[in-house]
């Protein structure tokens, strides 16, 4: 098989440690596993495959970015050459003329194509907010590109992977499993409930929704509360804002943290954040990535949408989906009347959102060879 991703890996990245998990996870459950991204940094920007430069790209980095999303050249001759038979792709939203171009010639070979989708819908996630004007119609143009050619996707995808509820997605049917995590993250040990310690970690957006939670914290009073928000974004100096307008001074802001620095913010802490705006998205059904790490590290989560895959466990607090403010003294309630254990909430995140668990259901279907339309 050949495991497409056509962004560029980012050391300490969120996303792309999914992606490595998920790679290691494809190359334990199948014979072969070639790895493609690129790289648009540095000398060698261009195609990889398996670390091997394929297809150098040259000039500025937003045309770099642009050859990303047209030259599928190396990986046609790569995919005919060593007889793949199975393409992965993690979609972000490329498709134009040239890429339906490269799934009809791939089609030609008998190859079998998946395609992952990992939000889904996504169009109102897009944001073009205080960007270059050049930029900004460079990158609207390519999203409504995207608009007209996806419709012809069908054609050449045989299932689509979700992480959302859909059966059908752009009229293929779908594999759905949950977003997973690496067994590797350390467990978190929760100290103390004399003051309970909330973390969200994010690249803050509307969508987190931790304005939300910042407001009912005010209005509610408690102050056996912190909130600890790890991370930077487009909506970082808005929440700054609402905090200090409100005088809070339970509110944490810790910029991005990594690593060991990450792991020392999460030790101590109770309660991991989830989205708490996915409505602003018109996504209320949603695998987050972020409540499976909360949970790989023994932490309970909040959340506002329907996750299928852990609502029905004990780990998690619902709000509404909406903009409202939410009564903050019962979740403290909640979180200690269920005396939650650290340990118990990593061993059911071990057994239901490890990549292994979730790649064999890929797997399965694969080679059962239901496949067709």
Not at 229 to 251: A, M, P, R
Not at 304 to 310: A, E, P
């Amino acid at each position: 098989m050949l495991f497409l991703v056509n962004i560029e890996l980012i050391n300490f990245d969120g996303i792309t440690n999914k992606i490595i998990s998920q790679k290691n996870a494809f190359e334990k459950s199948f014979d072969k596993c070639d790895f493609s991204y690129i790289s648009i940094g540095g000398n060698d920007s261009g195609r990889f495959i398996n670390d091997e430069l394929k297809e150098n790209y040259t000039g500025i980095k937003l045309a770099k970015t642009f050859k990303s999303m047209i030259c599928f050249n190396s990986l046609n001759d790569f995919i005919i050459e060593n007889k793949v038979d199975f393409l992965y792709i993690r979609y972000s939203q490329f498709c134009n003329p040239f890429f339906l171009y490269f799934l009809s010639e791939i089609k030609k070979n008998n190859c079998t194509i998946y395609m992952e989708i990992p939000t889904y819908p996504y169009d109102k996630e897009s944001s073009f907010n205080k960007i270059a004007i050049i930029k900004k119609a460079l990158y609207g143009f390519f999203n409504w590109q995207e608009k007209i050619t996806r419709k012809y996707i069908y054609r050449y995808i045989d299932r689509v992977i979700t992480f959302s509820d859909d059966d059908y997605i752009f009229g293929i049917k779908t594999i759905k499993i949950n977003n997973a995590v690496s067994s590797s993250l350390p467990l978190t040990i929760s100290s103390g409930r004399n003051i309970i310690k909330l973390i969200g970690v994010a690249r803050l957006s509307n969508w987190h929704g931790y304005d939300r939670l910042i407001k009912s914290i005010h209005k509610y009073g408690n102050k056996n509360i912190e909130f600890h928000i790890v991370g930077n974004g487009k909506c970082k100096s808005e929440l700054v804002n609402l905090k200090n307008s409100l005088s809070l001074d339970n509110i944490y802001f810790h910029g991005e943290k990594t690593g060991k620095d990450l792991d020392d913010l999460f030790n101590g802490c109770h309660i991991g954040i989830d989205s708490l705006g996915r409505h602003r998205s018109g996504n209320n059904t949603n695998s987050s990535l972020k409540s499976k790490e909360y949970l790989m590290r023994g932490l309970p989560i909040i959340k506002s949408h329907v996750d299928l895959g852990i609502d029905d466990s004990l780990y998690y607090y619902d709000v509404p989906s909406d903009n409202s403010d939410f009564d903050i003294n019962k979740i403290v309630k909640w979180y200690i009347d269920n005396n939650f254990n650290n340990i118990d909430i990593r061993n059911y995140a071990l057994s239901n959102f490890t990549w292994d668990v979730q790649i064999n259901k890929i797997k399965e279907e694969f080679i059962n060879g239901n496949s067709g339309k």
